[in-house]
């Protein structure tokens, strides 16, 4: 029962449940670059070379003696270059998003070291203290 309460007290710490969230909005996000990498950048890309497909670029090797398809091994390079290309364009969105909440923070903190403090409140006993100071001062 102990360890049930500890792994409780684990799992609901801020920090976990925060990465928790941020694992699955990651992933969620990681779907949409994914579906603008492959359905609307690659498509023009490919166009712009000459109409070549990188995910059907492939190498064929056939076993020697056979000449059976399922003997055929593939080394599908064309996806390989997707899937880096993919890569590539998920870290610079994160690194773009990180950069445009890093300069949200730098004016937020800029904005609260230029707004001047607050006066402190004076206590109601420190303001009576100083008028009895006052008013003996005034009687002497």
Same mark, same amino acid.
């Given at each position: 029962?102990?360890?049930?309460?500890?792994?409780?007290?684990?799992?609901?710490?801020?920090?976990?449940?925060?990465?928790?969230?941020?694992?699955?909005?990651?992933?969620?996000? &990681?779907?949409?670059?994914?579906?603008?990498?492959?359905?609307?950048?690659?498509?023009?890309?490919?166009?712009?070379?000459?109409?070549?497909?990188?995910?059907?670029?492939?190498?064929?090797?056939?076993?020697?003696?056979?000449?059976?398809?399922?003997?055929?091994?593939?080394?599908?390079? &064309?996806?390989?270059?997707?899937?880096?290309?993919?890569?590539?364009?998920?870290?610079?969105?994160?690194?773009?998003?990180?950069?445009?909440?890093?300069?949200?923070?730098?004016?937020?903190?800029?904005?609260?070291?230029?707004?001047?403090?607050?006066?402190?409140?004076?206590?109601?006993?420190?303001?009576?203290?100083?008028?009895?100071?006052?008013?003996?001062?005034?009687?002497?």
């Amino acid at each position: 029962m102990k360890m049930l309460q500890e792994f409780k007290e684990f799992a609901m710490r801020g920090n976990v449940v925060d990465m928790a969230v941020g694992v699955i909005i990651g992933g969620a996000f &990681g779907k949409i670059v994914s579906s603008l990498v492959a359905d609307v950048v690659m498509p023009l890309i490919g166009i712009l070379i000459g109409g070549i497909d990188f995910t059907s670029l492939k190498w064929t090797f056939k076993a020697p003696g056979l000449d059976l398809a399922s003997h055929e091994v593939t080394v599908n390079y &064309g996806n390989f270059i997707q899937v880096t290309f993919d890569f590539l364009v998920i870290a610079f969105s994160i690194f773009m998003v990180i950069k445009l909440i890093n300069r949200f923070s730098a004016k937020k903190k800029a904005a609260e070291a230029a707004a001047p403090a607050p006066e402190p409140v004076e206590p109601d006993d420190v303001k009576l203290l100083k008028e009895i100071r006052d008013l003996l001062k005034e009687k002497k």
